[in-house]
C-alpha cells in the first residue's frame, strides 16, 4: 500500500525511530500519546483490518503481543500494568487502516475506556 503511513514506517521510509525490530513486526512510539508509555507494534506486512487477519495470521497475531510485553518491560511498565489495545474499523476507533497494537502504560488507566 503505497500510501499507507504504517506501511512507510515498516519500511523505513520515513524518519521513525523504531523501538522494536524483528523479520515481522516494528514498534515505535505513538505520535499522539494517551499515556506517559504510549507506543505502537504493527507487522510490516499491510493488513488493512482485524477482520482482515485469517489463520494465516496466527503466529503473527501472537508475535505482536509477545513484541508489546518486551516493549512493557524496556519501559519498566511490566510490573505496574499496562494495557494492550487494536482498533477495528471506525466505531472501534481505528484511524490508520493496517493492524497495530497500542501499549499504553505509565499511569493508572480507568475503565471502561471511553
Not at 28 to 36: R, V, W
Not at 40 to 62: M, V
Not at 68 to 74: L, V
Not at 78 to 91: E, F, K, P, S, V
Request: aromatic share 6%; glycine share 8%.
Amino acid at each position: 500500500m503505497n500510501d499507507c503511513l504504517f506501511c512507510k514506517i515498516a519500511n523505513k521510509e520515513l524518519d521513525t525511530t523504531l523501538i522494536y525490530e524483528d523479520e515481522a513486526l516494528v514498534g515505535f512510539e505513538d505520535i499522539s500519546p494517551q499515556a506517559p508509555n504510549h507506543s505502537l507494534i504493527i507487522p510490516k506486512t499491510h493488513i488493512t483490518t482485524l477482520n482482515d487477519l485469517d489463520e494465516s495470521h496466527k503466529q503473527l497475531a501472537g508475535n505482536m503481543i509477545l513484541a508489546a510485553t518486551k516493549i512493557a518491560k524496556q519501559k519498566s511498565m511490566d510490573q505496574a500494568g499496562y494495557r494492550l489495545i487494536m482498533n477495528c474499523n471506525q466505531d472501534g476507533g481505528q484511524t490508520v487502516y493496517h493492524i497495530h497494537l497500542h501499549i499504553i502504560g505509565g499511569r493508572k488507566l480507568s475503565w471502561p475506556p471511553g
